[in-house]
């Protein structure tokens, strides 16, 4: 268990670390009864309190330790603060003066700076070496050793004070202390652990103010605050109660230090228990512990006031402060960002605990003792204690929150970013952006004005009038877009120059321009528009009015105008028909709008019907809901068919559903329907997902799609309710799945098929079916947390670094809870496939070939071909899939494919055709368009391009950029010899994604690889 919660620093550091603190704690254990009867021998039991005042002091020193920070190393700073406080022990001894009280207030003040500054920096320097997850395992083991040396120390002082003297002991505490100063740099040796060390956060300037700033640590500050406070109350009673029974110093030296002797193993005890405690609950159990015990304690002290009851509050003070409290805190700072962290630290641990608390303690004694006895006194500290356990609660669920922002993986915004163009500076930068001739720089500037305020857009009107013609459709509608917030900075003449845009975006933002640039006028300029010669113009004023409403409520759209132009319905011109298609969704008040669109619906021409289709979505017309579900199939109306069902909203849900749960309907339309689910918003849309995933032998891709949208619709926060037993099957689904993949792998992997390359692609296929029920099972928790948290948990533990991963399965835990978290952490936990435990079933050939996901399927069926005894004739069927794999064997050395699991390959070689082509065949021209992408299989190919020759064989790729764009090609691709290839081309790679959107996604991961590759 140690060694796996414990990554860093590993098991032979952390007993070091413990080591370590055992010395440093064995020093305070023997200084703590000195500095009491040191004090009470010079004030007395009444006048005790005073010395809490001297602790002020020790907020003096802070910036002091923090300043020593910044110049020096971890390594070097803690043995040299050690070696200091070492030496202020020996000088102490020389100028002991017995009965002082000067001496005692002195020694009690140095007391608490030392006890402070060499425990807080001990813990600063342990930060450096955990993470949120190991701290949980780490810091109870280390703080034992604490455990340990504080009964040592007690003892120390408890059975010697009376014999060599109290002043002596200081030198023995002096030896400790010198001990543990020169061990330290060891620990701290290593040169990994020299680099972490060497960090040094600066926070120079407005210091207080950017630490507190945190939310997370002004709650701790506060928590530590009342922690002192009620339990300098205890102390305060204790030692009074201590010094009326007791009379002489060494007395009051040898009973605190018995006390001590006898109480401080109880922390180990704690420790003992709360380690396992801290795995099955967290941080909550450490940081509610020690004030839900105080609250119980006090109320005994109130009831039954005496040295006792004193005894038995502050034994429970030490046996759980100096354990439980102090490694709920030390957990508590994990999370929290390193500029922040290591300075709070020092200015909670040792200006708050031991300086503002004790000074804030001594105030609030004082005040007490004016108005009640000592024992009203505990019911003060009762009602603290209370006080004290509500704070507890806020900081453990802040403590989860500062996980959650801890994870990465977050989505870089814009917003915030952008500097005022009318500040020095920055407008000939934009203006530079704007005017570059880079898309993308001009694009970026673009992005960067949609945050900007319109008197900054209209500085740089001249700049946008001129993007309004690139030659970059995107960038001439974003321009358009942004001088439509400022009508009078837009050229008119411009914009209406972009009505005849070859792009159909780019007409309709010309009309949002010189709209908001009419005012008033606006009904006039789009009654106008309509009058337009140019069916192009006609069709961008009627998007606009269907998606933006008639100006102030005219009426510039009716019946009339679709009757005057329904003869042109049988013209050849397509824009015409389109767009009487589109004004007959302007007539959403007409009963009888839906009859216009009857023969668009069956219009050759796929950009009428899907205008027709997105009119029948805004007008409701459900009995067109059966042509809109069928037109899912065609790529080309499939977008507006899934705008159109979406429009119809849950009216849609039961063709949806009842087509979805059909299992010999058109999988293409199958595979769409999820996506538009996702649209609706609706309990029904919610049941209709549950039911299809929970459904037995349904496809993988359909459930995990299905998955997907059950998570947009979970984002959209429309108070939807997803029954969390559902959740829970469908997640426990997932992680069964996955267990059975990995056990099929591994057997796989053990058993030799020699002669069979189709078994290694098997297991890669299992390897990535295995990843994708993990990402369904996360999916599903976002389900039931956060989604956007659990996104970046994702993101964090799939990829993230080794503390940022750590923090997210910290944050998980928490979220989920003990138990739903160890039910799937099989499952969350490892990053690749973990070899099968005991309890899972054996997966054999067999069962693989009637697995859901189809790929797995296919090669275990082809696995279990080649190993059998085959028949001399191999059947069709598997001719074709080992030709299927075969294929997938040589997409997976094209560069640009290397990311996408075997499934999408598969995919790809669905749709790859072999062909042969004769020695000179030119398969690419210099200078022009190439529409398709080419692997050699056989023969020779060479590549030509300015002062470049290559030869290309077999297994090797080219033109891999056409399946991206259409720009001139840069080589000129020839045949040497007759060749074979396999040739993909871009119109059915573009087909293929609009089924497929998942390849997609492999395509642009591997871009991004070879972008990463080229700036590396």
């Given at each position: 268990m140690l060694s796996a919660r414990v990554s860093s620093p590993g098991v032979a550091r952390l007993a070091a670390m413990t080591g370590l603190y055992f010395l440093v704690i064995c020093a305070v254990g023997i200084l703590r009864p000195i500095k009491n009867s040191l004090a009470l021998d010079g004030l007395g039991s009444t006048n005790f309190y005073k010395v809490y005042l001297v602790s002020a002091l020790v907020i003096l020193f802070v910036p002091v330790l923090n300043r020593a920070a910044d110049r020096f190393s971890w390594r070097w700073l803690l043995p040299g603060v050690a070696l200091f406080f070492g030496l202020?022990?020996?000088?102490?001894?020389?100028?002991?003066?017995?009965?002082?009280?000067?001496?005692?207030?002195?020694?009690?003040?140095?007391?608490?700076?030392?006890?402070?500054?060499?425990?807080?920096q001990f813990f600063?320097?342990?930060?450096?070496?955990?993470?949120?997850?190991?701290?949980?395992?780490?810091?109870p083991v280390?703080?034992?050793?604490?455990?340990?040396?504080?009964?040592?120390?007690?003892?120390?002082?408890?059975?010697?004070?009376?014999?060599?003297?109290?002043?002596?002991?200081?030198?023995?505490?002096?030896?400790?202390?010198?001990?543990?100063?020169?061990?330290?740099?060891?620990?701290?040796?290593?040169?990994?652990?020299?680099?972490?060390?060497?960090?040094?956060?600066?926070?120079?300037?407005?210091?207080?103010?950017?630490?507190?700033?945190?939310?997370?640590?002004?709650?701790?500050?506060?928590?530590v605050l009342l922690t002192i406070l009620v339990k300098q109350l205890v102390d305060f009673q204790f030692n009074a109660l201590t010094r009326e029974v007791f009379e002489s110093r060494d007395a009051v030296s040898a009973f605190q230090g018995k006390f001590n002797a006898a109480t401080q193993w109880l922390p180990l005890v704690v420790l003992v228990a709360l380690r396992p405690a801290l795995q099955r609950w967290g941080v909550g159990v450490a940081v509610l512990l020690l004030p839900a015990a105080m609250f119980l304690t006090t109320t005994g002290l109130a009831i039954a006031y005496g040295l006792w009851a004193a005894v038995g509050a502050k034994g429970t003070e030490t046996a759980l402060r100096y354990s439980a409290e102090r490694a709920g805190r030390e957990i508590l700072y994990v999370p929290v960002p390193d500029d922040i962290k290591l300075k709070a630290k020092a200015y909670i641990d040792v200006a708050i605990e031991k300086g503002l608390g004790k000074v804030l303690s001594a105030g609030l004694i004082a005040l007490l003792l004016v108005f009640m006895d000592l024992r009203g006194i505990a019911l003060v500290g009762m009602a603290m204690a209370a006080a004290w356990l509500v704070l507890a609660m806020a900081v453990r669920r802040e403590?989860?929150?500062?996980?959650?922002?801890?994870?990465?993986?977050?989505?870089?915004?814009?917003?915030?970013?952008?500097?005022?163009?009318?500040?020095?500076?920055?407008?000939?930068?934009?203006?530079?952006?704007?005017?570059?001739?880079?898309?993308?720089?001009?694009?970026?500037?673009l992005e960067l004005l949609g945050q900007a305020s319109d008197d900054d857009v209209r500085a740089v009107a001249a700049e946008l009038n001129a993007l309004a013609e690139h030659q970059d459709e995107t960038i001439r509608e974003a321009a358009l877009d942004q001088l439509a917030r400022v009508p009078g900075a837009a050229d008119e003449t411009v914009a209406r120059g972009r009505l005849s845009d070859d792009a159909a975006a780019v007409r309709e933002a010309a009309v949002r321009v010189l709209v908001a640039a009419s005012g008033a006028a606006a009904a006039v300029l789009l009654g106008d528009l309509l009058r337009s010669d140019q069916p192009r113009v006609r069709t961008a004023a009627?998007?606009?009015?269907?998606?933006?409403?008639?100006?102030?409520?005219?009426?510039?759209?009716?019946?009339?105008?679709?009757?005057?132009?329904?003869?042109?319905?049988?013209?050849?011109?397509?824009e015409t028909r389109a767009e009487l298609a589109l004004a007959a969704a302007g007539l959403r008040d007409d009963p009888e709008a839906g009859r216009f669109l009857g023969p668009f619906l069956d219009d050759p021409d796929p950009r009428v019907v899907s205008t027709?289709?997105?009119?029948?979505?805004?007008?409701?017309?459900?009995?067109?809901?059966?042509?809109?579900?069928?037109?899912?199939?065609?790529?080309?109306?499939?977008?507006?068919?899934?705008?159109?069902?979406?429009?119809?909203?849950?009216?849609?849900?039961?063709?949806?559903?009842?087509?979805?749960?059909?299992?010999?309907a058109d999988m293409r339309i199958r595979l769409a329907i999820p996506g538009v689910l996702a649209r609706v918003p609706h309990q029904s849309t919610v049941d209709t997902l549950f039911h299809l995933v929970l459904a037995p032998e349904t496809e993988q891709l359909l459930d995990f799609r299905s998955i997907k949208a059950l998570g947009k619709l979970r984002a959209r926060g429309d108070g939807l309710v997803f029954?969390?037993?559902?959740?829970?099957?469908?997640?426990?689904?997932?992680?069964?799945?996955?267990?059975?993949?990995?056990?099929?792998?591994?057997?796989?992997?053990?058993?030799?098929?020699?002669?069979?390359?189709?078994?290694?692609?098997?297991?890669?296929?299992?390897?990535?079916?295995?990843?994708?029920?993990?990402?369904?099972?996360?999916?599903?928790?976002?389900?039931?947390c956060p989604p956007h948290d659990v996104y970046r948990t994702w993101l964090a533990v799939s990829s993230g670094a080794r503390t940022r991963r750590a923090n997210a399965l910290e944050w998980l835990e928490h979220t989920l809870g003990y138990d739903m978290y160890h039910r799937f952490a099989g499952l969350i936990?490892?990053?690749?496939?973990?070899?099968?435990?005991?309890?899972?079933?054996?997966?054999?050939?067999?069962?693989?070939?009637?697995?859901?996901?189809?790929?797995?399927?296919?090669?275990?069926?082809?696995?279990?071909?080649?190993?059998?005894?085959?028949?001399?004739?191999?059947?069709?069927?598997?001719?074709?899939?080992?030709?299927?794999?075969?294929?997938?064997?040589?997409?997976?050395?094209?560069?640009?494919?290397?990311?996408?699991?075997?499934?999408?390959?598969?995919?790809?070689?669905?749709?790859?055709?072999?062909?042969?082509?004769?020695?000179?065949?030119?398969?690419?021209?210099?200078?022009?368009?190439?529409?398709?992408?080419?692997?050699?299989?056989?023969?020779?190919?060479?590549?030509?391009?300015?002062?470049?020759?290559?030869?290309?064989?077999?297994?090797q790729a080219f033109g891999t950029w056409a399946l991206i764009d259409q720009d001139p090609s840069p080589i000129e691709a020839v045949a040497t010899e007759p060749t074979r290839l396999l040739r993909i081309t871009r119109f059915d790679l573009h087909d293929l994604l609009a089924d497929h959107s998942e390849l997609a996604v492999a395509l642009l991961q591997g871009l991004a690889r070879r972008m990463r590759n080229l700036v590396a």
């Open positions: 202020n022990l020996v000088l102490f001894r020389l100028a002991y003066v017995e009965g002082s009280a000067l001496f005692g207030l002195v020694f009690y003040g140095w007391y608490d700076l030392f006890a402070a500054a060499l425990v807080t600063i320097a342990t930060q450096l070496f955990f993470d949120a997850r190991s701290a949980r395992g780490a810091y280390v703080i034992a050793g604490g455990s340990l040396g504080a009964p040592l120390g007690g003892g120390i002082t408890g059975f010697l004070a009376e014999s060599v003297g109290t002043p002596n002991l200081m030198l023995v505490a002096a030896g400790v202390i010198t001990l543990f100063a020169l061990a330290a740099p060891w620990v701290w040796g290593t040169a990994e652990i020299k680099r972490q060390a060497e960090y040094k956060p600066k926070l120079t300037r407005a210091e207080l103010p950017a630490i507190f700033s945190n939310r997370h640590v002004r709650l701790i500050a506060a928590s403590y989860v929150r500062t996980l959650a922002r801890a994870i990465d993986g977050r989505f870089a915004s814009l917003k915030g970013l952008f500097v005022a163009l009318t500040e020095s500076g920055s407008l000939p930068v934009i203006r530079t952006a704007l005017g570059s001739g880079s898309p993308l720089r001009a694009a970026f500037a009627l998007a606009h009015l269907i998606s933006a409403g008639p100006p102030e409520g005219d009426t510039v759209l009716d019946r009339d105008y679709i009757e005057a132009r329904w003869s042109g319905i049988h013209d050849d011109d397509p027709a289709l997105r009119s029948a979505g805004l007008l409701g017309c459900t009995d067109c809901c059966d042509r809109m579900i069928a037109a899912l199939a065609v790529p080309a109306t499939r977008e507006a068919a899934r705008d159109a069902l979406a429009a119809l909203g849950h009216a849609a849900v039961p063709s949806l559903t009842r087509v979805l749960m059909d299992q010999d029954d969390r037993s559902l959740v829970l099957e469908v997640a426990s689904r997932e992680v069964e799945t996955a267990e059975c993949y990995a056990s099929a792998r591994a057997r796989l992997l053990r058993v030799p098929r020699p002669g069979c390359p189709t078994t290694g692609l098997l297991a890669d296929a299992l390897a990535e079916a295995w990843a994708e029920r993990r990402e369904g099972l996360f999916r599903c928790i976002g389900l039931l936990e490892p990053p690749a496939p973990p070899p099968p435990s005991p309890r899972q079933q054996t997966v054999s050939l067999a069962d693989l070939r009637r697995d859901e996901d189809s790929w797995v399927a296919l090669l275990a069926g082809a696995v279990a071909t080649s190993t059998a005894a085959a028949p001399p004739d191999p059947q069709p069927e598997y001719r074709e899939t080992m030709e299927l794999i075969e294929k997938v064997f040589l997409l997976q050395r094209v560069d640009l494919l290397q990311d996408a699991r075997g499934a999408h390959l598969a995919l790809l070689a669905s749709i790859a055709e072999e062909i042969e082509v004769p020695a000179g065949r030119v398969l690419i021209a210099a200078g022009e368009p190439t529409e398709a992408m080419y692997m050699v299989t056989r023969g020779e190919v060479t590549l030509e391009a300015v002062g470049q020759h290559m030869r290309l064989g077999p297994e």
